[in-house]
């Protein structure tokens, strides 16, 4: 079962990563996007080390974030 996280590149699977908010179609979560930032990653650092992940998606898990307060 899937729950519905209120934005299209954002899932959350019960079976994925024990139900944690994920990027669609992968398994890099939302809080793994949201730490590297808060260490201080840019938004290309990620991108260069994780290439799969677009800057469309690093939006949406701080927007993701944003939404959860």
Do not use: Y
Request: with cysteine; glycine share 8%; proline share 4%.
């Amino acid at each position: 079962m899937l729950a519905h996280s209120h934005h299209p590149l954002i899932s959350i699977d019960p079976k994925i990563r024990f139900g944690r908010a994920c990027l669609m179609g992968t398994r890099i979560g939302v809080d793994d996007v949201l730490g590297w930032l808060a260490h201080g990653m840019s938004h290309t650092e990620i991108s260069e080390d994780f290439p799969e992940i677009t800057e469309a998606q690093i939006q949406a898990c701080l927007g993701f974030a944003a939404n959860q307060q």
